[in-house]
Structure formats: structure tokens, C-alpha cells
């Protein structure tokens, strides 16, 4: 029930305004951001090399309003992928982009959102990394495909996101699902209408299964990004069945979120990624994550009102 409503709130400006300036805030949000700056991420992704733990990189920030702030993004990762360069540390962390922070959805935004994230994937190739485009709302996937074909001619194992909430999702799965391809599944995080998603819970799970035994089934490189133990356990079973190696899959977490789960899973054997996100337009990112549990929400409410 409350989902819902926490992921119109994230949307609201008003909503914005207030969950920032409100005492108590930021200790919530630090659990799930990993720090403001590149600096700050830096030990992160050394820590989770330390442990044997790969990550991707992700500058929060999503529906921006201007070109000029389009720029910001842009530069905001090449600056990452300089100081990844510099410490060595391409080879352990990839990158995740929303589009709509390269200004996807201003006008002529496709074309204006490739040109900004082409010399990202540029960048990221040459220090031997990659970048993976996330899933928005629905509204954003036809451009978030085509962007995503454009940049593989050039840049093959530039990644990309599917949801499985979506009634669409199998048929991309399928698509996606040839050699070379590297596809994210997760559950899909954005408040969808029941014309193009499953509305109920146990119906996403299914599907998810489903779409992870045509990933397992293909000849891309499926990346589970889910924090669900049942369908951690699902998908050990269904790579195993399709005969894949360990390393020719992986699973992603979010920062914060089942950190001993990441540990316990790499020293199984697994790849394991997390997704890790920094910078200081936090807001859709964190609203996303009460909206994911109602206990976070209770949390929160609760370290505001201690204040
Ligand atoms: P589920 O929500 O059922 O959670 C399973 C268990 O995990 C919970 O019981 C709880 O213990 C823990 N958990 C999950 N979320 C939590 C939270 N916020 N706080 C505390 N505990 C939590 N979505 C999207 O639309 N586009 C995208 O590009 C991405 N990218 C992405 C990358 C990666 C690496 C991950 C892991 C997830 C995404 N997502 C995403 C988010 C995804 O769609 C989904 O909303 C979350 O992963 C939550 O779903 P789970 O599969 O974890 O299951």
C-alpha cells in the first residue's frame, strides 16, 4: 500500500524540498549513499575489492530539466573514470547511467543523451571497463534500447536493464539474450500502471524466474540484481541446469542493502557486484529504497521525528 504512494512522493518537488531539509535525514540516506563525493566512494571500492566484491559505480541524479545539467552528468563520469584510472581500479569497478540524468527526456533528448554517455562507454573502454544503462519507467525503454543497440557497434558489452514487473520484458530477454549480450534482471523499482505491468508481487517473482531461464538459456551474460534469497536460490539452480560456470554469470546487490548476503555469496565463488551510488541528487535514488520496504519508511519517520 505504501509503495505506491512513496514513489509518487519521489516524483513531487514539494515532497523533495521537505524529505531534504528534515532533520534526521541524512544518517537514512548514508545507508543507502555511499558518499557525496568521488573521493568519499573511493575506499568503498577499494574495501570491496579488498573482500573479493566488484562493484558499479553509480552518480545519482535522474530527470534533469536543462542541457546544461545533461553536461554536468557527462562530466561527472568522466571524472569517475579518471580517478578509477589513476588508482588502478578499472578492472573492478563498471559504471551505471540513467539516462534521464544525460537528458533523455528533454527535447530532442534521445539524441542529446546518446552524445553525453557516448564518451562515457568511450572513457570506460579504454581503462578496461564497462557501462550499464539502468531501467527507468516504462515510458524511457524504447530510447534506452536504441541507445543501448547504437552504443554495443561500437562498444559490445555496454550493458543494459530489464524489469520484470513488465509484460514486455520476456520478449526484450529474449532479444537481449545472444552472445556477447551482458542484461541485468531485477524486479523493476518505478510505480507502473496495470496496462503495461504486473501489479502483484508474487506475479513479478514469476516472471522473474522466467526471465532468468531464457537469460541462463542464451549466450549473453546474465547479471541477477535482486536481494531475494528464494530467487538467489532459483537462479543457482537454473544456471546450474543450464551448465554455466560460476563466472559466466553474476549477482548484483545495492549498497547497503544485505551487505553480509554480498560476502557470503563471493566466498561461495560467485561474482558478486555491488551497485554502488554517490553524489548529492540523492532523492529518487533513497525514495526508491523506503518505497522497496515499509520498514526503511518507519525508520526514517522515525530518526525525523527523534530530531
Ligand atoms: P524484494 O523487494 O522482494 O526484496 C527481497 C529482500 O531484500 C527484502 O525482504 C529485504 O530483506 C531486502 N531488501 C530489498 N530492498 C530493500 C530496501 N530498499 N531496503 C532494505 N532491504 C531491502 N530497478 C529498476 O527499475 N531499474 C534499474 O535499473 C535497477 N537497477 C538495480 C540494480 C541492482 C544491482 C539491484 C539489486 C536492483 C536494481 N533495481 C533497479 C531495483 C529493483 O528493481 C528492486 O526494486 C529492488 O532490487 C528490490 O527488489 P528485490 O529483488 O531485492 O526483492
Not at 534506452?144 to 554495443?152: D, K, N, S, V, Y
Request: overall charge negative.
Amino acid at each position: 500500500m505504501l509503495g505506491p504512494v512513496i514513489l509518487a512522493a519521489s516524483r513531487s518537488d514539494k515532497m523533495r524540498r521537505f524529505v531534504s531539509a528534515a532533520p534526521g535525514t541524512k544518517q537514512v540516506v548514508d545507508r543507502f549513499i555511499a558518499g557525496e563525493t568521488v573521493d568519499q566512494v573511493v575506499p568503498i571500492v577499494q574495501d570491496a575489492a579488498d573482500k573479493g566484491l566488484e562493484v558499479t559505480l553509480d552518480v545519482v541524479g535522474e530527470d534533469i530539466t536543462t542541457v546544461e545539467q545533461s553536461y554536468a552528468a557527462r562530466d561527472a563520469y568522466l571524472e569517475l573514470v579518471g580517478r578509477l584510472k589513476e588508482l588502478g581500479l578499472g578492472t573492478r569497478a563498471e559504471m551505471s547511467v540513467k539516462l534521464s540524468m544525460f537528458g533523455q527526456s528533454l527535447e530532442g533528448g534521445h539524441e542529446l543523451a546518446l552524445a553525453n554517455v557516448r564518451p562515457v562507454v568511450e572513457a570506460a573502454a579504454a581503462i578496461g571497463t564497462t557501462v550499464t544503462l539502468d531501467a527507468e519507467d516504462h515510458t524511457t525503454l524504447d530510447s534506452m534500447f536504441a541507445i543501448h543497440e547504437e552504443l554495443r557497434r561500437d562498444f559490445p558489452d555496454t550493458g543494459c536493464v530489464i524489469q520484470a514487473y513488465l509484460f514486455r520484458t520476456e520478449d526484450d530477454a529474449r532479444r537481449l539474450a545472444a552472445a556477447g549480450s551482458r542484461v541485468r534482471i531485477v524486479k523493476g523499482a518505478y510505480k507502473e500502471p496495470a496496462s503495461v505491468a504486473y501489479q502483484d508481487k508474487a506475479e513479478v517473482d514469476k516472471a522473474f524466474v522466467r526471465i532468468v531461464k531464457i537469460l541462463m538459456a542464451g549466450e549473453g551474460y546474465p547479471m541477477i540484481g535482486s536481494h531475494d534469497p528464494r530467487l538467489i536460490t532459483i537462479t543457482q539452480e537454473l544456471a546450474r541446469q543450464a551448465g554455466r560456470k560460476l563466472d559466466e554469470y553474476e549477482f548484483q546487490m545495492l549498497y547497503g542493502i544485505r551487505s553480509d548476503e554480498h560476502v557470503r555469496l563471493a566466498a561461495e565463488g560467485h561474482r558478486m557486484r555491488v551497485y554502488t551510488a554517490y553524489g548529492t541528487d540523492w532523492y529518487g535514488y533513497f525514495m526508491r529504497r523506503l518505497a522497496e520496504k515499509p520498514a526503511n519508511l518507519l525508520f526514517f519517520a522515525r530518526s525525523i521525528l527523534t530530531k
